[in-house]
């Protein structure tokens, strides 16, 4: 590991005195010059494209005017995507002279690398991690349907017509409130100790709210495989310019909504997805708007219910429906009629999705029963029988 930081480095400044950064320039120069090294000549060559890498991300942010300092790996690791072999439950790594070590994978490893439609690209280890990355061809999923997927503070809601289903998070807001608390108890007035304490506590919060949108995230995809629908996500950039001081809204308020990590469960979503082919569609910031307060029935704008906080029903049509419902109704349509638009013509008339769009009376009944207790966690809430 000693060697290749070596090699690395000695690759790094070859490429910057002569001022290239291409992987076979940078090759045809540093190669013969690596020959002292007694390794294997495959670590030669990976070490060679790991500094053109590091050449390249340089002068990408050279370009880009952001101040850089000439680079220099300091941590001992190994690179390589070849000679390494797997045998039995380890992986074996030669180290030259026809010597070699193995290091033993555990069994959640194990169990991963045992799917065979995986192939292993290559391995990182360091002092005390070994890392290894692994690729899968993914076949785009041929989809039957379009759902929505509509974040809110303290739940995530996923579905369509067909079915709903709501996760609550109110879980996560109680950590934040419960974290702000911590590091506001903490008196001491030295501000150095105080961002530790507090980057500490942050990172714990960070991890605990993670965890539950791991779970989520990882339900919502296994459901959209299983039902085989692209999932719709809802384009709420600048939510946060919402909520900054000067707003009018409490101190207390701001702090909410601002520790309400919505761009990781779109981050989680879409590798998720992206694993297992699921199409994710972004709606655009004019698709977005509404789909909270507009009727997916006929339209209308929406009230808010009397007696049911968060309920909404149309003056026009008399549709009774919690809000997050409505929204994903709305966004599965609008995803719908995108998906539509997208298809060339002699498919649109053979059907399914352009006409899904109408609002078609049977729809209307289905919606009418979507309405379902609050409280009702974590479960199907409807399966309207069609
Ligand atoms: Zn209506």
């Given at each position: 590991?000693?060697?290749?930081?070596?090699?690395?480095?000695?690759?790094?400044?070859?490429?910057?005195?002569?001022?290239?950064?291409?992987?076979?320039?940078?090759?045809?120069?540093?190669?013969?010059?690596?020959?002292?090294?007694?390794?294997?000549?495959?670590?030669?060559?990976?070490?060679?494209?790991?500094?053109?890498?590091?050449?390249?991300?340089?002068?990408?942010?050279?370009?880009?005017?952001?101040?850089?300092?000439?680079?220099?790996?300091?941590?001992?690791?190994?690179?390589?995507?070849?000679?390494?072999?797997?045998?039995?439950?380890?992986?074996?790594?030669?180290?030259?002279?026809?010597?070699?070590?193995?290091?033993?994978?555990?069994?959640?490893?194990?169990?991963?690398?045992?799917?065979?439609?995986?192939?292993?690209?290559?391995?990182?280890?360091?002092?005390?991690?070994?890392?290894?990355?692994?690729?899968?061809?993914?076949?785009?999923?041929e989809c039957a349907d379009i759902?929505?997927?509509?974040?809110?503070?303290?739940?995530?809601?996923?579905?369509n017509d067909q079915?709903?289903?709501?996760?609550?998070?109110?879980?996560?807001?109680?950590?934040?409130?419960?974290?702000?608390?911590?590091?506001?108890?903490?008196?001491?007035?030295?501000?150095?100790?105080?961002?530790?304490?507090?980057?500490?506590?942050?990172?714990?919060?960070?991890?605990?709210?993670?965890?539950?949108?791991?779970?989520?995230?990882?339900?919502?995809?296994?459901?959209?495989?299983?039902?085989r629908e692209a999932?719709?996500?809802?384009?709420?950039?600048?939510?946060?310019?919402?909520?900054?001081?000067?707003?009018?809204?409490?101190?207390?308020?701001?702090?909410?909504?601002?520790?309400?990590?919505?761009?990781?469960?779109?981050?989680?979503?879409?590798?998720?997805?992206?694993?297992?082919?699921?199409?994710?569609?972004?709606?655009?910031?004019?698709?977005?708007?509404?789909?909270?307060?507009?009727?997916?029935?006929?339209?209308?704008?929406?009230?808010?219910?009397?007696?049911?906080?968060?309920?909404?029903?149309?003056?026009?049509?008399?549709?009774?429906?919690?809000?997050?419902?409505?929204?994903?109704?709305?966004?599965s349509h609008?995803g719908r009629v995108r998906f539509a638009r997208s298809l060339p013509c002699d498919d649109k008339a053979k059907g399914g999705a352009a006409e899904a769009m109408r609002g078609n009376?049977l729809r209307?009944?289905?919606?009418?029963?979507?309405?379902?207790?609050?409280?009702?966690?974590?479960?199907?809430?409807?399966?309207?029988?069609l």
């Amino acid at each position: 590991m000693e060697q290749f930081r070596l090699m690395i480095n000695e690759c790094i400044e070859i490429g910057m005195t002569s001022n290239i950064s291409s992987l076979k320039a940078l090759s045809m120069r540093a190669y013969h010059k690596l020959e002292p090294y007694n390794v294997p000549s495959y670590y030669k060559l990976c070490a060679i494209s790991r500094a053109a890498v590091i050449l390249t991300s340089r002068r990408k942010s050279l370009r880009r005017g952001m101040p850089t300092k000439s680079p220099y790996v300091m941590r001992r690791h190994l690179t390589s995507c070849y000679g390494f072999k797997f045998i039995g439950n380890a992986i074996r790594i030669p180290v030259g002279h026809r010597e070699f070590f193995e290091i033993e994978l555990n069994k959640h490893t194990q169990e991963i690398l045992s799917d065979p439609a995986l192939r292993v690209r290559s391995f990182t280890l360091t002092n005390t991690h070994l890392s290894i990355c692994y690729s899968k061809d993914v076949q785009e999923l041929e989809c039957a349907d379009i759902a929505g997927l509509d974040r809110n503070l303290r739940n995530i809601t996923y579905g369509n017509d067909q079915h709903v289903v709501k996760y609550n998070l109110s879980e996560a807001v109680k950590i934040a409130r419960r974290t702000s608390k911590i590091i506001a108890s903490f008196k001491r007035k030295d501000m150095r100790i105080r961002k530790r304490i507090a980057s500490k506590y942050g990172r714990r919060q960070r991890n605990r709210v993670n965890q539950l949108l791991h779970n989520t995230t990882k339900d919502i995809v296994e459901r959209a495989f299983a039902k085989r629908e692209a999932i719709v996500l809802e384009d709420i950039r600048g939510i946060r310019k919402l909520y900054r001081k000067g707003n009018g809204q409490s101190h207390r308020y701001r702090g909410i909504m601002n520790a309400w990590s919505f761009c990781e469960v779109q981050r989680q979503i879409e590798y998720k997805a992206k694993w297992k082919g699921i199409p994710v569609m972004r709606l655009s910031k004019e698709e977005t708007m509404g789909t909270s307060t507009l009727c997916p029935i006929c339209g209308e704008r929406l009230l808010n219910g009397q007696y049911i906080s968060r309920q909404l029903w149309c003056p026009s049509c008399g549709m009774k429906a919690d809000r997050d419902i409505v929204a994903v109704l709305n966004q599965s349509h609008r995803g719908r009629v995108r998906f539509a638009r997208s298809l060339p013509c002699d498919d649109k008339a053979k059907g399914g999705a352009a006409e899904a769009m109408r609002g078609n009376p049977l729809r209307m009944e289905v919606i009418l029963r979507v309405d379902a207790p609050k409280s009702s966690h974590d479960k199907d809430l409807t399966e309207p029988k069609l």
